[in-house]
């Protein structure tokens, strides 16, 4: 595989990762209509920034084995 389609690949995924998570964040924040979580995390709600920090994590590693 020579370098121009080793870079492309990269992209490629980068950019599938990006729009999976903030489509995964769209979508659990239209789920959660309870909550609002920029005005959480602006009132220093630690349950709620690990919340998300798990979330996030979680879904990186989802993206990540599916975009291999």
């Known amino acids: ?3 121009t389609n080793y870079v492309s690949s990269i ?3 980068l950019v599938v990762g990006l729009v999976g998570f ?3 964040y769209k979508l659990f924040d ?3 209509p309870g909550v609002n979580f920029s005005d959480q995390l ?3 709600n630690r349950a709620v ?3 998300l920090a ?3 994590i979680g879904l990186g590693l989802l993206l990540g084995n599916a975009v291999k």
């Open 1 to 3: 595989m020579d370098f």
């Open 49 to 51: 920034a690990i919340f």
């Open 30 to 32: 239209w789920l959660t």
């Open 42 to 44: 602006n009132a220093d």
């Open 11 to 13: 992209l490629i995924s």
């Open 22 to 24: 903030i489509v995964a």
């Open 54 to 56: 798990g979330l996030f």
